[in-house]
């Protein structure tokens, strides 16, 4: 009786783990004019989200455009449910399910997300006029696959997580986080490293991207970090301290780097990004982007607040 109590108690928890119901999810919305046209969402695993994200890092890193990350997504989706899978079909692993054998580097480098993600606009860019082609037609000419017309079912919700993690879409991506490891630390150092490996070094670029002290009101502090007693107490200092302040130089590139850092919020173990006015923290993730100045904000909220201002990541500080 015990054992089947113990295997229907880890049945359970399998399945809320693989639906989401533990509360981890990202959920990505159009905005704007194009929810006026047609109102849609999706949603994803936040392991998915940060794959995602990082093809679309790797894109803005190359500068290329809109099209080329909806083909990537669109080719990631179908081939790997955007999962950095170890297996497939004959030797074909990863995100994009590149094989070894037909070129695209070995399996141990096909399972680097911004290696793979690179290999695959390696090809794409070479495809003539493939800004303009259908995202399945551009796609298989990448990947060859023996079933070419699947790329097309991914085409809508890859456009819409395009929008989003290219920038163009404000506060269009949020994810929660759920309940597990609370009480790990998140690392500076482990956030700007990340930053760096997929946008490049160009992300940090300023003197920004390293860790930044911010006055009790939420300014950046003049010259040296903040002594302690200046106008705040040693909680606030604390959290100064830790916040990664990465420049932004427009507003698009502003939410694209929020976006890919709500995205990797779980992983990274990132508690508060704050960027154009608005404020995502992990422990009231279920409300999405907020004001900044709302209830409950924190003085992290007011960093950042300005369009083309720096994007303000606080990683958890842990218990």
């Not at 399996?107 to 495809?127: M, N, T």
């Not at 085409?155 to 269009?172: C, D, I, M, R, S």
């Not at 106008?231 to 200092?237: L, V």
């Amino acid at each position: 009786m015990a054992c089947a109590v113990l295997l229907a108690v880890v049945a359970y928890a399998v399945v809320r783990g693989l639906t989401g119901q533990d509360g981890s999810v990202c959920t990505v919305r159009a905005t704007g004019s194009a929810a006026a046209r047609e109102p849609s969402e999706y949603s994803l695993k936040p392991e998915q989200a940060a794959n995602a994200a990082t093809i679309a890092a790797v894109a803005s890193r190359r500068g290329l455009p809109e099209a080329a990350v909806t083909t990537a997504l669109a080719t990631a989706m179908q081939e790997s449910h955007l999962r950095n899978v170890p297996h497939g079909d004959r030797d074909s692993v990863g995100l994009f399910q590149q094989r070894p054998s037909q070129g695209w580097g070995t399996a141990a480098q096909i399972q680097d997300p911004v290696y793979s993600a690179g290999r695959f606009y390696d090809h794409l860019v070479k495809v003539p006029g493939y800004e303009r082609l259908p995202v399945t037609v551009a796609a298989q000419r990448v990947q060859r696959s023996g079933y070419p017309r699947a790329y097309a079912r991914h085409e809508k919700n890859a456009a819409l997580l395009t929008a989003a993690l290219t920038g163009h879409a404000a506060a269009a991506l949020n994810c929660t986080t759920g309940t597990r490891d609370r009480d790990r630390p998140g690392e500076p150092r482990q956030v700007r490293e990340r930053l760096v490996r997929e946008f490049g070094r160009d992300v940090l670029a300023e003197g920004s991207g390293t860790v930044h002290t911010r006055s009790a009101a939420g300014g950046p502090s003049a010259g040296a970090p903040h002594a302690p007693g200046a106008g705040a107490g040693p909680a606030a200092h604390a959290r100064a301290a830790r916040t990664v302040s990465v420049p932004a130089h427009d507003r698009r590139a502003g939410w694209e780097l929020a976006h890919w850092a709500v995205a990797n919020a779980e992983a990274l173990r990132i508690d508060r990004i704050s960027y154009d006015g608005r404020v995502w923290q992990a422990d009231r993730a279920s409300e999405g982007w907020r004001r900044a100045g709302a209830p409950g904000a924190g003085f992290e909220a007011k960093g950042g607040t300005a369009p083309g201002g720096p994007v303000d990541l606080l990683p958890a500080a842990g218990h």
